[in-house]
């Protein structure tokens, strides 16, 4: 990778893979916003992790696309400075609202949803 480019996720973020971390986050802390949904638990390791999911009700698999790659960038932009570490992140993407709010927007609904999570 070029040394000017920046990663898709940043390199303190780690991505949830397996399907068991996503079940335990569904079933932890949770806020939702017009934009995202946030689903969080606190795991006590030493990274933030992060990941993200959109069901067929956002769409077809192009729509699904695009609001997980506007999901990717909010939480590379917002994750490294309001997350903590030591954390779960599951951002679920919104029906309509995830491919169209406008970016800023986004980006201060997951400020949001971690200010609420982590009160």
Wanted: glycine share 8%.
């Amino acid at each position: 990778m070029p040394a000017n480019s920046t990663p898709a996720v940043s390199v303190c973020l780690e991505v949830l893979t397996k399907r068991s971390d996503f079940v335990a986050a569904s079933n932890a802390k949770r806020f939702g916003t017009p934009g995202i949904h946030l689903q969080a638990r606190q795991t006590g390791g030493e990274t933030i992790r992060v990941g993200f999911t959109c069901s067929r009700k956002v769409g077809d698999a192009v729509a699904r696309n695009r609001a997980k790659r506007r999901l990717r960038e909010v939480a590379r932009l917002i994750l490294p400075e309001h997350g903590r570490k030591g954390w779960d992140y599951v951002l679920v993407g919104r029906k309509d609202d995830t491919a169209t709010l406008p970016f800023k927007q986004l980006q201060s609904d997951l400020i949001r949803a971690l200010k609420k999570v982590h009160a």
